[in-house]
């Protein structure tokens, strides 16, 4: 059986950190261009953000949440996996969330 179906709470734990993921990735990338300063109104950002790709590295993206479970010595979940990474982005594309 996949370990996945039985644990709802690692599905939750990676999609939340893949958000985060992109969340970070489009902020850095806004403001490292020079798009986001301090006199933007919160409806561009708003804007700008949707209009910022993004790229999913499964690899890389359960490298970053193995970081934080090492840092979290009260964590429940132990290691995430690549497989487990792009099982839970497959099943957010499924469900409609929009990922290139």
């Not at 690549?82 to 957010?92: C, F, G, I, R």
């Amino acid at each position: 059986m996949d370990p996945l179906t039985e644990k709802p709470e690692r599905i939750a734990f990676i999609a939340y950190n893949i958000g985060v993921y992109e969340s970070i990735q489009k902020f850095a990338s806004l403001i490292l261009s020079g798009k986001i300063n301090n006199n933007l109104d919160t409806n561009r950002i708003a804007k700008l953000l949707s209009e910022t790709l993004t790229f999913y590295d499964a690899n890389l993206i359960s490298q970053l949440i193995n970081a934080l479970l090492g840092s979290n010595p009260k964590s429940t979940i132990d290691r995430i996996d690549t497989d487990e990474v792009n099982y839970v982005v497959s099943q957010l594309r499924a469900c409609g969330v929009s990922l290139p």
